[in-house]
Nanobody, 128 residues
Framework: QVRLVESGGGSVQPGGSLTLSCAIS????????IGWFRQAPGKEREAVAS????????YYAVPVKGRFTISRDTSGDIIYLQMTSLKPEDTAVYYC?????????????????????WGQGTQVTVSS
């Protein structure tokens, strides 16, 4: 059974940094997208960043481009989201998601519909 567990959330002042981790277990799929999404209170879930597990393709939503970095450890089982220059509007629950083996594929790398497996989320609060 595929399982995704996020960690690393917390409270930080504006301008600060946090690194989120997503531990993935139970999957054997190769060449898939793994992404980070977030949902703020009263708002719809939105994409943050994603990467393709084969090669070096990475994708970022406009609001976080240049401030956030998605990466993967050498084992491939942990996905990181390094967040710098954090702003109050970055406050949200952050979710890790992984694409499944379903065909046909739907949506692009920053579309939630693309993803089958989701973690429970970790809270990030940016406030002074």
């Amino acid at each position: 059974q595929v399982r995704l567990v996020e960690s690393g959330g917390g409270s930080v002042q504006p301008g600060g940094s946090l690194t989120l981790s997503c531990a993935i277990s139970g999957y054997t799929f190769t060449s898939i997208y793994i992404g980070w999404f977030r949902q703020a209170p009263g708002k719809e879930r939105e994409a943050v960043a994603s990467l393709y597990t084969t090669g070096s393709s990475k994708y970022y939503a406009v609001p976080v481009k240049g401030r956030f970095t998605i990466s993967r450890d050498t084992s491939g089982d942990i996905i990181y989201l390094q967040m710098t220059s954090l702003k109050p509007e970055d406050t949200a629950v952050y979710y890790c998601a992984a694409e499944g083996p379903d065909f046909p594929k739907r949506g692009g790398p920053l579309d939630a519909i693309r993803y089958t497996y989701w973690g429970q989320g970790t809270q990030v609060t940016v406030s002074s």
